[in-house]
């Protein structure tokens, strides 16, 4: 299948006392995001992961803190191609606060796994994957 377009996204994995930084969407029903966001024109992913943290939670990242993890390759079928780009911060500083209200009514610090039901299958399936191999590291053992 040849794509019409390509677009890239990175999203944080930040992690605090075994649980996860979620922006929780607004909306009628409950949803939950993970910081991050599309990559502009002759911007790097990591670039991107900066920025859009900065902009959505007011968090500095320094990039030498926060490991890559993985991508997910989401292909839709209006033949755009969707690449989710993974990044792992270990107790990131700064507190997070909701600096788009327009589209976040809260910024939470929850379990990981009392979040999967609320995150979009691909964050779901990231955040699952994280923790299931790497648990003993998170949760100091």
């Known amino acids: 299948m040849k794509y019409l377009k390509i677009v890239d996204k990175s999203r944080l994995i930040a992690i605090k006392k075994g649980k996860v930084l979620v922006l929780e969407k607004r909306g009628p029903r409950k949803r939950y995001s993970l910081p991050g966001g599309v990559t502009k024109k002759k911007e790097s992913k990591e670039g991107s992961l900066v920025r859009e943290v900065k902009e959505e939670v007011g968090i500095s990242l320094l990039m030498e803190k926060v490991d890559f993890f993985l991508t997910r390759i989401d292909p839709k079928k209006n033949k755009i191609k969707t690449y989710k780009h993974y990044y792992v911060a270990l107790s990131p500083k700064g507190e997070p606060k909701v600096l788009e209200p327009h589209k976040f009514k809260g910024v939470h610090w929850i379990t990981w796994y009392e979040c999967l039901d609320f995150l979009d299958r691909e964050d779901r399936?990231?955040?699952?994957?994280?923790f299931d191999q790497f648990q003993k590291k998170v949760n100091g053992f």
């Open 125 to 130: 399936s990231a955040v699952a994957l994280y």
